[in-house]
Each structure stands twice: as C-alpha cells, then as structure tokens.
C-alpha cells in the first residue's frame, strides 16, 4: 500500500485537498482514494486556518467513503475540545481562545467516541532501504519518560495500542510547551503526551544516545524553524539531522540509526505560499 502521511493541516482545506487529488489521486467528485492508498493525518487539522467548519465536515465525507483508509489522528488543538487543556493565540496583543462551531466538535467527538480519530499509529515499511522498519506515527511525537511511563513497549505497534488505551487526562497531559506538566491525580507530575510533547526539548533530547527501538514520525513541532531559518535544537542533534527546505520535512538520526521524521510544514493563518505535500511510504498499517 501506498501511505499519504499530512502534518499539521490548521484550518487550510484548499492545498489539503489539491494535493489529496494532485498527489493521492483522491477523486474529486465521489471522494474515492485510489485502492491501494491509506492516508494518516497526524492531527492539528483545525484551527489558525480559515476553514476548520468546512475541512471537519469535509474529511467525514472522506472517512465514510474510505473505510479504513483514512487515519485520522488527534493534535492538541483537536484535543483541546475533547477534555484537554485550551489555549489560544495573541492577536493584536490579546490572548484569543481558537473555536469551531458546534457541529464541527460534535464530529470530533464522534470521531474520538468511536474510534475513528487515535493518538497513534504504528506502520511496517516494505520496500527499499527501509524494508521492515516499524514508525510509530503520532501528532507530537512519544519522548522517553513518556514511553517509560506507559510501560516502556518494544515495539511500535505495542507503543500505538497502549497509547490508545488513554484516558482524555492523561493522553492529552501538556509538558514544556504549556509551562508544565500535568498534575497526576496523586499530585504526581504526568510526561508530556503524544499531542503536546516539544520536539526540541523533550522528544528529540529524551532519546539523544538512548536505543530509538523504532522510527518515529510527527508533526506539530520541529527542530528547525522554516520562517527564521534557525535551530531549537543543540549542535549534536543538528548535525545528524537532514531537512528539505521545499518539502518542510526534516530527518534526524539517532546514534543507534533509528530515524525522527517530523513532516509540520507551520501553514500557519495566512494562505500557504508553498504546496502542501505528503510523506510518502509504501509500507502496511500494523
């Protein structure tokens, strides 16, 4: 199977769907994917963007009518209206909460509900270089003292399933980027979750010289920013990471050759002025 990997969409349906058709071969007109494509969104769909009413209705046509084809995952900003913590952005030197309408929440509800919409995913590579590589595909990424705490699986597809077994507070428990880490029910302090967790400072660090286990891919936060041409990250990561400028995507190596993909291209609120595109492998959902 081919698989169509999406970071963080944010609100912007129409480069999403043009390259869906243009890239995918989604049909236009019944929404149909080609038969041997699976797309994984990595959540952040909503928000920032002008479309987030129009895109959750939109990509429900396209759930139904690709059953089981279309992996939606959960990002912080979905995850702020199903039990985690809200949030906003400054405009104007305001702090403004993001929104959707109601009918919007009710689908993502659903979607969380019922299984549709996961933390994580867990996908084997079958061909070339990387043939029988697992990645463990997740909005944020899963940082060490986060795959400690859930019990420490082996094994990408172990790590998606466990991942998926969490409950609201702790699947959705924020870490640097809010300031903090969750308070535990036994005033413990909680790991950053698989859709708030900071590339630059828990992720990619956590596993700095520790086994990878397995390849991981993410969206939500990088390491190097597309706007400042700039690093978050020490020299040490920098210098066994690669990035594609045109793409938005970024490769990092691990010590023990297990790879860190983080596909967020940061669309941000204004219209794209690049294509979107997807990461693409040909590999099986485990």
Request: hydrophobic share 40%; net charge negative; glycine share 10%.
């Amino acid at each position: 199977m081919n698989i169509f990997m999406y970071g963080d969409i944010g609100g912007h349906l129409l480069p999403f769907r043009e390259s869906l058709v243009r890239d995918v071969g989604l049909d236009h007109e019944t929404l149909a994917l080609p038969e041997d494509a699976i797309v994984i969104q990595v959540g952040d769909l909503v928000h920032r963007g002008p479309d987030s009413d129009t895109l959750v209705p939109w990509v429900d046509e396209v759930m139904s009518a690709n059953p089981g084809r279309w992996i939606q995952l959960l990002g912080n900003h979905e995850a702020m209206h199903l039990g985690g913590p809200t949030f906003g952005q400054q405009i104007n030197g305001q702090m403004v909460e993001f929104a959707i309408n109601d009918d919007s929440e009710k689908t993502l509800t659903r979607w969380y509900a019922s299984g549709q919409a996961k933390l994580a995913v867990a996908v084997e590579r079958t061909s070339g270089e990387f043939a029988g590589r697992h990645m463990l595909v997740s909005h944020a990424g899963l940082a060490r003292q986060t795959w400690a705490a859930i019990g420490e699986p082996l094994t990408a597809a172990g790590a998606a399933a466990t991942l998926n077994r969490q409950d609201a507070k702790y699947g959705f428990a924020p870490g640097w980027l809010l300031g903090g880490y969750a308070q535990g029910s036994d005033n413990s302090l909680m790991p950053p979750s698989v859709v708030w967790a900071s590339a630059a400072k828990e992720v990619y660090p956590s596993w700095e010289n520790r086994d990878s286990l397995f390849d991981q891919v993410h969206g939500h936060s990088g390491i190097y920013s597309w706007s400042n041409q700039s690093w978050y990250v020490d020299a040490s990561i920098r210098a066994r990471t690669e990035i594609w400028k045109t793409k938005r995507f970024s490769r990092w190596e691990n010590f023990d050759g297990g790879y860190f993909f983080c596909i967020d291209q940061a669309l941000g609120a204004e219209a794209p002025y690049f294509d979107v595109v997807p990461f693409k492998v040909e590999g099986e959902i485990l």
